[in-house]
């Protein structure tokens, strides 16, 4: 079955820009929508945005001066940038596959990484 | 302050059944389907509901889910030790064109 896979620096300066990939195995990345999903420290989910393997995109409102997300299907990953980040973008970031008429339903997820900012 | 409204904790007994409430508005769960998730302690979540009421192959018929106006439950029956997690709901909202998640019920069994 699908598995999905983050990686990417643990630590992040403030002001600078938070990279992280994620990476399918078990099935094809095609002809799906894949999802960013962050969680602060003890706090609820945040949903940062979604990408077609054709590279179209949607970003949460209040995220979407700051994030792109994109995609390479060669390489079965897709990718988040957040640029500009505080010490309120520390997280738990997970990637996912979304589904559903208006891709809202997540299923499977990536395991997480911890994304800290530092001053 | 999350779009969606869920009650911070709730607790049960083993065996007796518990319900959590999941509260929106027209923009978002009256006019979507609402999906559930689990988050046992330490791990990602895992999708426990999605469309409302369709529960993917492997989550036991204990859970259930439903949907009246502008709210949205989830019932667990005959609640067991591997029950305690946190849920959240989540839908799309047609205003704010996103997905919108509630802020999480943390279930303890006593």
């Known amino acids: 079955q699908v598995q999905l896979q983050e990686s990417g620096p643990g630590l992040v300066k403030a002001s600078e820009t938070l990279s992280l990939t994620c990476t399918v195995s078990?099935?094809?990345?095609?002809?799906?929508?894949w999802s960013w999903i962050r969680q602060p420290p003890g706090k609820g989910l945040e949903w940062i945005g979604y990408i077609y393997y054709t590279g179209s995109t949607n970003y949460n409102p209040s995220l979407k001066s700051r994030v792109t997300i994109s995609v390479d299907t060669s390489k079965k990953q897709f990718s988040l940038k957040l640029n500009s980040v505080t010490a309120a973008d520390t997280a738990v970031y997970y990637c996912?596959?979304?589904?559903?008429?208006?891709?809202?339903?997540?299923?499977?997820w990536g395991q997480g990484t911890l994304v800290t900012v530092s001053s | 302050q999350s779009v969606l409204t869920q009650p911070p904790s709730a607790s049960g007994t083993p065996g007796q059944r518990v319900t959590i409430s999941c509260s929106g508005s027209r923009s978002n769960i009256r006019s979507n389907t609402v999906n559930w998730y689990q988050q046992l302690p330490g791990t990602a979540p895992k999708l426990l509901f999605y469309?409302?009421?369709q529960r993917p192959s492997g989550v036991p018929d204990r859970f259930s889910g439903s949907k009246s106006g502008t709210s949205a439950s989830l019932a667990i029956s005959g609640l067991q030790s591997e029950d305690e997690a946190d849920y959240f709901c989540a839908t799309w909202d047609d205003s704010l064109n996103g997905v919108v998640f509630g802020g999480g019920t943390k279930l303890t069994v006593l």
């Open positions: 469309s409302t009421d």
């Open positions: 078990g099935g094809s990345i095609s002809s799906y929508y």
């Open positions: 996912a596959r979304a589904l559903g008429r208006v891709q809202d339903w997540f299923d499977p």
